[in-house]
């Protein structure tokens, strides 16, 4: 299923909101992760794309944002299957979205 099925497609009396929103972030968070060279965002015409270049770039402000995001939702201590990520998942993003002290 994908957001915009979730947004646009829902027939039932079901509030998908909060999926949806979860499924805008991870999009994001995927778009920002997985720049390959500089040109990419003037290619693919969307500034998520955007390689880094700065502490104040919007990418790497969102990253900080899903960073201390996922501190937050792991400090929930919900288990596996009930609305949470796998430890392994959980340790794959925030590694992947904490940069080095010397960047930030």
Do not use: C, H
């Not at 390689?51 to 937050?72: G, P, T």
Request: net charge positive; glycine share 6%.
């Amino acid at each position: 299923m994908t957001k915009k099925t979730i947004t646009f497609g829902n027939n039932t009396d079901t509030d998908t909101s909060g999926t949806s929103k979860f499924l805008s972030i991870i999009l994001r968070l995927w778009k920002i992760l997985n720049v390959k060279s500089t040109g990419k965002g003037r290619r693919k015409r969307d500034s998520d794309m955007d390689a880094i270049f700065s502490v104040d770039d919007s990418s790497n402000v969102f990253l900080r944002e899903v960073y201390e995001w996922l501190v937050q939702w792991e400090a929930l201590q919900q288990k596996d299957g009930q609305g949470w990520l796998s430890n392994e998942t959980l340790r794959y993003v925030l590694s992947s979205t904490q940069f080095p002290p010397s960047f930030r």
